[in-house]
């Protein structure tokens, strides 16, 4: 299994602003996402961070918007850019365990813009 | 990326009785994960089933999968107020791509 530590666990931002959110990984995995979700609602998958390059994004999500990092195997940050109220959502970090056959979560950044 | 279809997408039902969510595709499965998440927390994977026609249990849930591996059921019998939850299905290919998900709601 891993275990997987977002921060922050919830922040409440000014529209126009940037938030950076960190996600570690208790060991080292090759697939890390990152994903937005309303609440009560299903996973909408923002990217696919991929270590040393860029990451992939999925139709509706720019890395202008999303800038997304992979230093290591360990370690990804999810970058909310220019913020507007349309934003505030939970966005959850996952990795796949080294087997490739179960994804893990970490426990959401909750983010309000006002 | 297919569509994955999920139904019902609220289910309230009184402890004690029986429950089946639904989960179909637009197109053949390469795998198949149920998940579930509680407030506030991420998902937690349940089960993953990959052969068509399989059946997995997990306790009082069991897990099917369609012969043409284009739907899934996932059943609950005597349904408890720790089952209360989102319930989620989820194509396991080189991603995970979720379906819209069931809240489900067990009253004590």
């Known amino acids: 299994s891993a275990v997987i530590s977002q921060k922050p666990s919830r922040d409440i931002c000014q529209r126009g602003t940037s938030l950076t959110i960190q996600c570690q990984v208790d060991?080292?995995?090759?697939?890390m996402f990152w994903y937005r979700q309303q609440p009560g609602q299903s996973l909408t998958l923002i990217a696919t961070?991929?270590?040393?390059?860029?990451?992939?994004?999925e139709s509706g999500f720019v890395i202008d918007k999303f800038p997304i990092s992979r230093p290591n195997l360990t370690f990804s940050t999810l970058t909310v850019s220019n913020m507007s109220p349309e934003d505030s959502s939970i966005y959850l970090c996952?990795?796949?365990?080294?087997?490739?056959?179960?994804?893990?979560f970490g426990q959401g950044t909750r983010l309000t813009v006002v | 990326t297919q569509l994955l279809e999920q139904s019902p997408q609220f289910l309230s039902i009184q402890e004690g009785e029986n429950l089946t969510v639904y989960c179909n595709s637009s197109?053949?499965?390469?795998?198949l994960q149920w998940y579930r998440q509680e407030p506030g927390e991420g998902p937690v994977l349940l089960v993953t089933v990959v052969t068509g026609g399989e059946v997995k249990k997990l306790k009082r849930l069991t897990f099917q999968f369609g012969d043409a591996r284009k739907d899934s059921s996932l059943h609950i019998t005597a349904a408890q107020p720790g089952d209360t939850g989102l319930y989620l299905c989820a194509e396991y290919g080189n991603k995970l791509v979720f379906g819209a998900g069931t809240i489900l709601r067990v009253k004590s």
């Open positions: 996952s990795a796949l365990g080294h087997l490739n056959t179960e994804a893990f």
């Open positions: 060991s080292q995995v090759t697939m």
């Open positions: 197109s053949v499965f390469s795998s």
């Open positions: 961070a991929n270590q040393g390059s860029e990451a992939t994004y």
